[in-house]
C-alpha cells in the first residue's frame, strides 16, 4: 500500500512543476499555514495544482513519510521539495521563492 502512495505521490510531483500537497484547496484552504502558502503563491502569479490531504487519509501519512517531512502543507517546484509554510514564507519575502518559481515555467 504504501509503494502504492509514493507512486502516487512522484507521479503528482513529477507531472505538476509547482505542487502543494494542503489541508483544502487553493480555491478554500482549510487551515491557516496552508492559506499563507496558497496566498504567497497567488501574489507571484503561478499556476500550481494542490493535492488536498484531508480527503485521503493514507496521503495524509504518505507525504510525510515521502518528505520526511512532518508537517503540512508541503511545497514541491520541479520535483524538488521546497518546505513548509515557515520555509516558503522567508522564500518569499526574501525574493528566492520567485526565482525558484520562474525556473518552472
Known amino acids: 500500500?504504501?509503494?502504492?502512495?509514493?507512486?502516487?505521490?512522484?507521479?503528482?510531483?513529477?507531472?505538476?512543476?509547482?505542487?502543494?500537497?494542503?489541508?483544502?484547496?487553493k480555491h478554500m484552504p482549510l487551515c491557516g499555514f496552508s492559506a499563507k502558502v496558497v496566498n504567497a503563491l497567488k501574489q507571484l502569479e503561478v499556476d500550481f495544482s494542490t493535492r488536498n490531504v484531508l480527503e485521503d487519509g493514507?496521503?495524509?501519512?504518505?507525504?510525510?513519510?515521502?518528505?520526511?517531512?512532518?508537517?503540512?502543507?508541503?511545497?514541491?517546484?520541479?520535483?524538488?521539495?521546497?518546505?513548509g509554510c515557515d520555509i516558503v514564507l522567508e522564500l518569499f519575502e526574501s525574493g528566492e521563492l520567485k526565482k525558484k518559481l520562474l525556473a518552472a515555467k
Open 58 to 83: 493514507d496521503l495524509r501519512e504518505g507525504i510525510k513519510t515521502y518528505s520526511n517531512w512532518p508537517t503540512l502543507p508541503q511545497l514541491y517546484i520541479n520535483g524538488e521539495f521546497i518546505g
Open 1 to 25: 500500500m504504501e509503494e502504492t502512495i509514493n507512486n502516487r505521490i512522484a507521479k503528482d510531483i513529477q507531472n505538476n512543476p509547482v505542487m502543494l500537497f494542503m489541508k483544502g484547496s
